[in-house]
């Protein structure tokens, strides 16, 4: 869900466009990589039909090899995925190397291609990790071959280093586009240039790098040595640093500006919340004596939650706010997206804070049933859902609505300054017109806010 949403989507819609191209490097693979994308996906809901798996969606050996049912349709599905997401990789980083305008020099790149450059590495670098670890499975499942069965010789440990070294940085390859995003809409309704450009394009290089090295804190009660947790747990901690560079630099942006409130920004607002909630809980997953009384308790999914959900899936939702009226040419009703926004923000917190609590209290993660202590905990949480659901439907109706009802948008209801905001409404098929004007930033303002 969120790796085709964010960087796939808005990577393909407008990367190429940020960086004055008429279309990503190779057209061909990028097609090849949506009906691989297609096809795994298909293939992933094919295997719900044919029983589902009882896995869960770590595939971890030796359960995955012995279990009565059905793998081979989802690790198939995950493996024809991740040749999507591979090639799209390969894409746009041809793209931003060999496609940017001359006059357009690395340090006058948008931010949101910074992110999507360096999110596009660890595509291609870590995804092949993840292929090759579930044809293992597969060969050990249906050819014998002893990988990870300790009585012939294998190791069922390794397979967790396999598999964490890709799902890992796979969180970064979801939350980096998105803070490339946040990185686009704060200077646009702010009013104002973006501070500390290059540490933030910077901290996306270092947030792929040093976040391909932490995969170990998945497995901090696995069984290793302690020498290597105590490296994990540092590492871990140090991830942080590049993050909250970002974070500051969001706020240093705001200060003193014009802050317009518009739908987006209101977004992008929840997500440095949300956000921020989810990483300093990951401070305490980071750290190696919380992280074994909490793990495999509703904290983790309750912290994963706010990063990925509340961080990559609401700045999907702030994209949409910020995007929509250029990739479709219609503006949306504010006050419904405001409205939507509220109801998200109280639903999402009332589901997933109490299952912090819950955790704490020793509630473990995937139990259908729990002690009756815990009652109040869940009952909050599935009325949350409710109310979640509920702005997240009328989001989606409103912007669907607009579709059909919406007025015309202008080419730069925003102001925006970088080079989609150059182009018609929606952009043509070769995404300019004419060629764009590169003599200003992606950052400089003031620029002219159309009204629609
Ligand atoms: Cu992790």
Redesign the pocket.
């Known amino acids: 869900m969120i790796i085709p949403s964010v960087p796939a989507v808005f990577g393909n819609f407008f990367l190429p466009i940020m960086v004055g191209a008429e279309d990503v490097a190779f057209p061909r693979l990028n097609l090849l990589s949506w009906y691989c994308y297609i096809t795994g996906g298909f293939l992933a809901l094919v295997s719900i039909a044919a029983g589902g798996v009882d896995t869960g969606w770590t595939f971890y050996v030796p359960y995955s090899v012995k279990t009565g049912f059905n793998v081979l349709y989802p690790m198939s599905a995950a493996f024809i995925l991740g040749w999507s997401s591979i090639l799209t990789g390969l894409n746009f980083i041809t793209t931003v190397h060999r496609l940017r305008r001359p006059e357009m020099t690395w340090f006058r790149m948008p931010l949101f291609v910074w992110a999507v450059y360096a999110t596009s590495w660890i595509q291609v670098i870590a995804t092949p990790v993840i292929g090759i670890t579930l044809v293992s499975v597969l060969l050990e499942r249906y050819l014998g071959i002893p990988l990870f069965d300790p009585a012939r010789g294998g190791d069922p440990i390794l397979y967790e280093h396999l598999f964490?070294t890709y799902s890992?940085p796979a969180?970064y390859i979801m939350i980096l586009p998105a803070m490339g995003v946040v990185s686009e809409i704060i200077p646009t309704f702010s009013r104002k240039t973006i501070f500390g450009y290059k540490f933030i394009a910077f901290s996306s290089v270092a947030i792929a790098s040093i976040g391909s090295l932490?995969?170990g804190?998945?497995m901090f009660t696995s069984g290793m040595a302690d020498f290597a947790r105590i490296v994990f747990s540092f590492l871990t901690f140090f991830v942080a640093v590049p993050s909250a560079v970002k974070v500051f630099n969001w706020l240093a942006t705001m200060y003193r500006g014009s802050v317009y409130l518009g739908p987006p920004m209101v977004w992008t607002l929840m997500f440095i919340f949300l956000f921020s909630i989810g990483g300093l809980t990951g401070l305490i997953l980071g750290s190696l004596s919380l992280n074994i009384h909490v793990h495999g308790t509703s904290f983790v999914p309750a912290h994963f939650h706010y990063t990925m959900f509340g961080g990559a899936i609401v700045v999907f939702f702030a994209g949409m706010h910020y995007w929509w009226p250029k990739m479709f040419g219609r503006m949306y009703h504010f006050g419904r997206a405001h409205a939507s926004a509220v109801l998200f923000f109280i639903g999402f917190n009332l589901t997933y804070f109490p299952l912090f609590l819950a955790g704490m209290h020793g509630m473990p993660r995937r139990y259908a049933d729990y002690l009756p202590e815990f009652t109040i905990y869940h009952r909050l949480s599935t009325i949350g859902s409710w109310i979640m659901v509920a702005g997240i439907l009328l989001m989606l109706g409103n912007l669907i609505a607009a579709l059909f009802n919406g007025r015309r948008a202008p080419s730069n209801p925003w102001g925006g300054a970088t080079l989609e905001w150059q182009t018609p409404t929606p952009p043509p098929t070769l995404n300019f017109a004419k060629p764009p004007d590169l003599s200003r930033g992606p950052y400089e303002y003031p620029t002219e806010v159309q009204d629609a």
Do not use: G, T
């Open positions: 964490w890992h969180v932490v995969w804190h998945h």
